[in-house]
């Protein structure tokens, strides 16, 4: 018998799809192989694909296997296709199929809308990690090292999952989707990755940290809602995945909060009480509290881009045929198909933003991003609970959704972060105080210095709490490779 | 009388909000409001599913309390309440039913003072099962290890749990409820044996555990247990034990000292090694005692296993071709290894068997740290109160 819960490595590609038993696909994907294992090495600087990192691997996707920690060189390991157990007798959980008895196999009408979510979807994954590539030279401590390492091959492994969908299920057209999300690459002139906000290079670790808050989690949001999807292969891929995305929410919203939390300690243990202080702050060798809400409203309103228009037809199109749900679907009491209900957006009237009701299924988007920005919210919180613990008088604010928009009804104009529109020249004279500057940039950058030594810390940054699997203050999360 | 329960709780210090664990626990005893992510201890049944898939270890924290704390109380914390002194270290509740409390603080009982766990060793899990509730694991094997030649019968037992959650530690103990009533017409109380394999099974990633156990003339436990067959249904209680536990710093020198059986939990230990850190080197010693080589369990294996990656002394006391020798003799004979494992922050010392092995073992510990100018009984209860010194003796 096939076991679907085990990863089986009887293929060069661990699996729990029965892929040793399925030629044409394995095949595919064996061809497939060397140019992502090219693209893995042309990407991040050889002496840390040398370096022995303490991973987590998957050994079968229940919750007993799937966290294995040990020593790996990153282009050992174990990248596979993992699909969540298939629960019996699911059905369609959305729109005008609701009820009807998941698919197994892509359903005709909806081939190519389901193609194009998959290879979107797809095109971030491995654009990540080519944003980030130059980040471990740089690294705060072999802790955040490893981290970050395991975002990336976290990252690849997703980039698997997706082009496993596009080889087992899309045929001839699926396998050149496949082989374009390898030629695609962040920043490129010529072929850049699909979305605006995985074309930016990640500068430095906060950068990092900010986009592994807020711009993982519109991936987990968009996770979340595929893994509601009726047909059933996809559903099952991004409900594993989604195990793996937690992490990545983990170094977010740890690296923030350890960024804050070393700054107040900083400014405490030299008596200065005022966070607007900054010249003397930045002095310290830490990052002051304003500069950080100027990067927290700049990662998030990009985030915020990334759940497209307001209004939406693609999206109502996409719920209604059931490919894609809502967040946490099976938990919300309606009838999943919005036949009557609406939803409230924001609309442009008279020059002024006004919120109105539109029929729910056209705001299928608008809706995501709520969650999305409730979702946020929480860590912002735990965040201003360190400073609050510091006694410091300063509170981290989302801001208004309207701010440094580029997409949706907000578009190119001029809003302040509390959401109130400004002149042009109002809003020139603000922007300063609230998206980071060039000597904003070239401050955080001064201070990105690599720190090597087991148990050690940049200054800017304070340890964790916690360590990784568990391990002590002290640990070699990395045994790096000196050439 | 209120037994006090063991009650798994979430740090909101240390979670992120992602509700993975909630989506995963099986039992939905895991839910959430605007604040925090909290466990219903009426729903939770121990499984352990939810532990490994969480991202920030804020998930592996238990109380031992009286009264379970409410959903309510949970979703009003800003940060995990301390321990409650409920008469009991907390850091080392071995086992929640009285009985087998009492039977462990008594083979503890030889380190002289109040057994600490060592400071790296993971957590352990306690009494998931008791003699009300007891899971039912299949015996898939039973093989002898000592010599067809040999009067001493000791024998290694694998039991499968299948889909029943059994997370134990090497180190930790299980009870066995034989069949049958005592005298009096009540049921048998639970035995106790120490696990003889890792926590990841005895076969890695099985649900299953091995047990050394010799049989006894008269007893009525090691007899029904070394008859069982593969295939026959054992009650099973535990774990048991929250101190006699393995640091998971691999670095941790073990100097781990056994006769007989006592070697199944240094059998899980080393076992536990090899797969965690096959290439430690220098940081485990056996000093083990037995009667003859054919009656020592393991001796085969044992000598497979790299003088490097452990040091092994084997002391036989009625071997013909060779004068008495005990365990405390070996130790003397390694003095001075011993003595270097008695100065080591890192040094951690076990010993588990016959009572009668303890005084014996004293003396020679005695008489090397005089040798050196140490106080014997200041290392030990430093050792001790760092979790460094373990005695299980019977």
Request: a negative charge.
């Amino acid at each position: 018998m096939l076991d679907l819960i085990n990863v089986s490595y009887d293929t060069q590609i661990p699996n729990n799809v029965g892929l040793s038993q399925d030629k044409k696909v394995l095949k595919a994907l064996e061809k497939w192989h060397p140019g992502y294992i090219n693209w893995w090495n042309d990407l991040i600087p050889q002496n840390f694909q040398e370096s022995l990192v303490y991973l987590r691997t998957a050994v079968s996707v229940d919750p007993k296997g799937w966290a294995k920690f040990d020593y790996v060189k990153m282009p050992e390991y174990r990248w596979g296709v993992l699909l969540a157990p298939q629960v019996e007798g699911r059905t369609i959980p959305c729109g005008e199929h609701y009820g009807e008895p998941a698919w197994q196999e892509v359903p005709g009408e909806y081939r190519n809308m389901l193609k194009r979510l998959i290879v979107i979807q797809g095109d971030t994954e491995p654009a990540s990690v080519e944003q980030q590539r130059m980040l471990a030279l740089t690294a705060p401590s072999l802790y955040d090292m490893r981290n970050l390492f395991q975002v990336n091959v976290e990252e690849g492994r997703h980039l698997w999952a997706m082009v496993y969908l596009l080889h087992k299920y899309f045929g001839r057209d699926g396998r050149e989707e496949a082989d374009d999300l390898l030629r695609r690459s962040s920043g490129s002139e010529e072929a850049p990755r699909m979305l605006g906000a995985f074309n930016e290079e990640t500068p430095d670790w906060l950068s990092f940290f900010m986009f592994t808050y807020f711009t993982d989690r519109d991936g987990k949001m968009q996770l979340e809602s595929l893994a509601q999807s009726g047909f059933d292969p996809l559903s099952r891929t991004c409900r594993f995945m989604l195990t793996e995305e937690a992490h990545h929410m983990f170094v977010g919203e740890t690296g923030v909060g350890r960024t804050i939390e070393r700054t107040c300690q900083v400014m405490k243990e030299n008596g200065i009480d005022d966070p607007y202080d900054t010249a003397k702050i930045r002095d310290l060798g830490v990052i002051d509290l304003p500069l950080i809400q100027k990067k927290l409203n700049l990662h998030y309103t990009l985030s915020l881009d990334l759940f497209g228009q307001e209004v939406s037809t693609n999206a109502a199109n996409a719920f209604n045929a059931g490919i894609k749900g809502r967040y946490m679907e099976a938990r919300i009491k309606d009838d999943h198909q919005l036949k009557a209900d609406t939803y409230t957006v924001w609309d442009f009237e008279d020059g002024k933003a006004v919120q109105k009701e539109v029929p729910a299924l056209t705001a299928i988007n608008m809706r995501l991003r709520d969650d999305y920005t409730k979702d946020a919210a929480g860590g912002v919180k735990r965040w201003n609970k360190i400073i609050e613990k510091f006694g410091i008088d300063f509170e981290m604010a989302l801001p208004h959704e309207s701010f440094n928009r580029k997409i949706g009804v907000f578009a190119d104009r001029h809003f302040n972060p509390e959401g109130q529109m400004v002149t042009g020249a109002e809003y020139d004279k603000g922007l300063p105080e609230w998206l980071p500057t060039n000597a904003d940039g070239d401050f955080i950058a001064s201070l990105m210095k690599p720190c090597y030594e087991a148990g050690q810390y940049a200054g800017w940054i304070a340890p964790p709490k916690v360590g990784i699997d568990n391990k002590p203050g002290d640990f070699e999360y990395v045994k790096l490779h000196m050439a | 009388m209120n037994q006090p329960i063991k009650q798994h709780l979430i740090d909101p210090e240390i979670c992120i909000r992602c509700y993975t664990c909630e989506m995963t626990c099986p039992l939905e005893a895991i839910e959430h409001d605007e604040n925090n992510v909290v466990v219903d201890a009426s729903k939770c049944n121990f499984c352990m599913d939810c532990i490994p898939v969480c991202p920030t270890g804020s998930i592996d924290e238990w109380r031992v309390v009286n009264e379970p704390y409410s959903l309510e109380e949970q979703y009003e914390w800003m940060e995990l309440p301390e321990q409650e002194d409920i008469g009991q270290d907390a850091g080392g509740v071995e086992a929640l039913d009285d009985a087998m409390a009492a039977l462990l603080a008594e083979a503890h009982k030889g380190a002289g003072g109040k057994a600490r766990a060592p400071a790296t060793a993971s957590k352990p899990t306690v009494n998931l099962y008791n003699l009300a509730k007891p899971a039912e694991a299949k015996v898939t094997g039973n093989y002898r290890l000592t010599s067809d030649q040999s009067d001493s019968d000791v024998r290694h037992i694998i039991l499968d749990f299948g889909a029943q959650p059994f997370p134990v530690l090497e180190g930790q103990s299980i009870g066995i409820i034989p069949p049958g009533e005592d005298a009096q017409g009540n049921p048998h109380l639970p035995r106790l044996y120490s696990v003889s394999s890792p926590r990841d099974g005895e076969r890695p990633n099985y649900n299953n555990l091995s047990l050394t156990v010799k049989r006894e003339d008269k007893g009525i436990c090691s007899n029904y247990v070394c008859d069982l067959k593969p295939g026959d249904t054992v009650r099973v209680t535990g774990p048991f034990g929250a101190t006699f536990l393995l640091p998971s710093d691999a670095n941790a020198h073990l100097l781990m000292i056994c006769t007989g059986t006592g070697s199944a939990p240094f059998r899980a230990f080393t076992m536990r090694r090899q797969r965690e850190a096959p290439s430690a080197r220098n940081s485990l010693t056996l000093v083990f005692g037995a009667r003859r080589a054919e009656e020592l369990p393991y001796f085969g294996p044992l000598k497979k296993v790299p003088e490097e990656f452990m040091a092994k002394h084997f002391a036989f006391s009625r071997q013909e071709d060779g004068p008495k020798h005990y365990v405390q003799d070996q130790l003397r004979e390694q003095s001075e290894q011993v003595a270097q494992i008695l100065a080591d922050p890192n040094g951690h010392i076990y010993i588990c068997g016959l009572k009668a092995m303890e005084q014996g073992v004293e003396e020679a510990f005695k008489d090397i740290a005089r040798a050196k100018g140490m106080a014997w009984a200041e290392i030990r209860d430093r050792m001790r109160d760092e979790g460094r010194y373990h005695v299980e003796t019977y």
